[in-house]
């Protein structure tokens, strides 16, 4: 006998719908998986030999081929096995061919016969529902996550003899209703109010919440750089429900998923270590490539600390993203394109010693070395960079001083009235740093006064393209942070303080 079941597996960030086939015919018994089958899809065999058996269910002693259609496509992950049993039943006659139509199957399969939660769940329900697929089985673990796609039918089920229950009638089981978790709140983020001092690199982490930008804080040790980004988090605007599913599918794909989590409403920070790989940064891996740290890192921030001692390759990697908001990733013939749009935020001492420039304590370091450090940052990474900030040693009355600046709370708020603006100017969930040429032309409108004072900062600057355009984007994001429509000469002016004195300077 013939049966056939719907199934998904991964690809990328996306899902793929897999039809499971599965043929039980008269001869040498055996079960053999053919399709492009990884590892982990091939090891299937022995689990639901075991997992049949344990839930009081036959396994026939025929000979039995599964194909995983479309052939040409690699299957990962062990996702398919409950789809394997229940076609291996239907082909069996223990299921009626008609209760395998328009429904979806997910899900890992024990020896006992009981299902465990998998990676990827979301992408393949939202593919299911995009393909008209009402109807979704999947383990019991997993459905809040299925559950997150409105108009799918999603059914938990604890085992595979509650599944074979359910299917063949002997048995209800109640649908999942469709629900969206509500956000909880403000994230439990470091507060800006712990940071003493530092106004000016304060306000440059104000703007490049509010527009996207990218940023790099320069100064000696222990000035309060790796805190000052780690209370960047608590000063972004919770993720809409558009970027939550969106970024919930990301992590879901990379089975990232917190347990219990089925939607992540913080945006994400990720805070990698300066000896990360190429791919770990930007996505690889045997077979279909899995996301790397600046998908992770999508619609949030991706923070760089000790920033020169990331090695050049990984850095170099990071120029198309940040200028695309996405990166394709090649291996063994699959090209994968995976969102990046984050935020970059990179802190790093000024010289190798760490006190350049430092009032209190000589540089020990010589010149050749110091430009041999900055040479690890090159010109064109440089130049993708919005917002260079430096971070001097605090002040003896600074670091005695009862308490900060601003709490996180009311930055937050003017950053989530700029990111409402950014969102009904552009209609879908952008920030400035984003904007196209076409887009910069129309909503970045100056007036007479500020368009003079950037024809005299073009000069001076030395701005390339780039970085004139990059101007325009901070100047607009500051005028936002005002509510203003016209960007105005002080709002230029704030922007052009953000600059090296010259391009390719810090």
Known sequence: MFAKVLSG??????????EVQCDVSPGIPGLSIVGLPDKEVSEA????????????LPFPELRITVNLAPADLRKEGVGLDLALAVALLGAAGEIPPERLEGCVFLGELSLDGGTRAV???????????????????????????????EGLEVYPVPDLRTAHAFLTGAQGIEPLPHR???????????????????????????IAAAGGHNLIMVGPPGTGKSLLAR???????????????????????????????????DRPFRAPHHTISYAGMVGGGAGVPTPGEITLAHRGVLFLDELP????????????????????VTRAGVAVTFPASFALVGAMNPCPCGYLGDPHRSCRCRPHEIQRYWKKLSGPFLDRIDLFVRVPRLSREELLGEGGGEPSAAVRERVTMAHELQRDRYGTARTNAAMTLRELRRWCRLAPEARSLLSRAIDHYGLSARGYARVLKVSRTVADLEGADIIRPEHVAEALQYRPQKEGET
């Open 309 to 328: 001692e990331f090695d050049r390759k990984v850095l170099e990697a990071l120029r198309q993203p940040l200028e695309d908001r996405e990166i394709t």
């Open 119 to 149: 990676r990827g769940v979301l992408p393949v329900a939202l593919a299911a529902a995009e393909a008209g697929i009402g109807t979704m089985l999947v383990a019991a673990d997993s459905a809040p996550e299925a559950a997150l796609v």
């Open 231 to 265: 209370c960047l988090a608590g000063i972004l605007p919770p993720l809409s429900l558009e970027e939550a599913l969106e970024v919930t599918k990301i992590y879901s794909a990379a089975g990232l998923l917190p347990k219990g989590v089925p939607l992540l409403r």
């Open 9 to 18: 597996t991964p690809f990328g960030v996306e899902a793929v719908l897999v």
């Open 45 to 56: 065999r022995e689990r639901i030999r075991s997992a049949l058996k344990n839930s009081g």
């Open 180 to 206: 969206v978790p509500r956000a909880t709140g403000p994230p439990a983020w470091l507060d800006l109010s712990l940071v003493k001092g530092q106004l000016h690199a304060r306000r440059a982490l104000e």
